[in-house]
């Protein structure tokens, strides 16, 4: 069952954890994120024309400190991160996906509960039209009803936005309606991340920030599942 609630235990005054789950499609770039958000590489991330991950695993950042501040106070962040198999997969059903990534969910965020799940998008890959066998499909059934407030788009690969020419609006403006329809029921929460260009570390922070605003703007309620 799922439930939302405020999470006292995971932020006292001066330290807040953060909890994020990975969905999306085979090769779309989770482990890869997820390394680029703990500043680690703890999720094995290799290309391969078939799915790499077959288990979820969690990982855990170190302690980034006066990170932010909040009620004036300077806030220390750790960052937990939940890598799932991609959806669809090339070895293993949706049932099999499905409930792997449900039993992680409620071993690891369970109690303290889930912040926010990012739906990591290829930027050179339509979003999948076919409801059955969608990632965002897999994240309704696993989230409940209120997934639209905990779920952001991670776009992958967009250094291909540019040099494809476009920028970030011009890409979002020439986006399917299927990705526009999306867009606009999780309230425009979408990130991009750049393979080139910026040190690993600024991508981070950049992408940490803007996390961070979205489970702001959502006053830090989690999602548990019991
Ligand atoms: N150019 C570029 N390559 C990326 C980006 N993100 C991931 N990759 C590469 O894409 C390949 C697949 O990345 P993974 O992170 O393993 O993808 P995954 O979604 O975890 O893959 P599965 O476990 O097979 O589902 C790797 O070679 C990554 O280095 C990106 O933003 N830009």
Redo the contacts with the bound molecule.
């Keep these: 069952m799922l439930s939302l609630c405020l999470p006292t235990a995971m932020m006292d005054s001066n330290k807040m954890t953060i909890n994020l789950v ?1 969905f ?12 680029i958000l703990l500043g680690s590489t703890d ?6 024309p ?5 288990d979820c695993s969690l990982g855990r950042s170190c302690h980034f400190h006066s990170f932010m501040r909040r009620g004036g106070q300077e806030v220390t962040l750790q960052v937990q991160v939940l ?1 799932t ?2 959806y669809p ?2 070895r293993l059903s949706k049932k099999h996906v499905k409930q792997e990534v449900r039993e992680a969910l409620a071993h690891h965020f369970g109690q303290e509960g889930l912040h926010l799940a990012l739906l ?1 998008q ?1 930027v050179d890959v339509p979003l999948c039209e076919q409801e059955d066998s969608s990632p965002v499909q897999m994240i309704q059934e696993l989230l409940g009803h209120a997934w639209k407030n905990y779920t952001a788009i991670l776009f ?5 936005i540019e040099e494809a020419g476009l920028n970030e609006d011009e890409y979002l403006h020439e986006a399917s309606d299927t990705l526009l329809t999306l867009l606009n029921s999780i309230q425009r929460r979408y990130i991009f ?4 260009g910026n040190s690993l570390n600024e991508q981070r922070l950049k992408i940490l920030e803007r996390i961070i605003e979205f489970i702001k703007e959502n006053c830090y309620q989690v999602l548990t599942f019991k």
């Design positions: 990975l999306g499609m085979t090769q779309s770039g989770k482990s890869s994120a997820g390394n999720f094995h991330s290799s290309f391969a078939c799915s790499v991950t077959k890598d198999p991609g997969h090339s990591v290829r992958t690969h967009a250094e291909k991340q750049y393979k080139k």
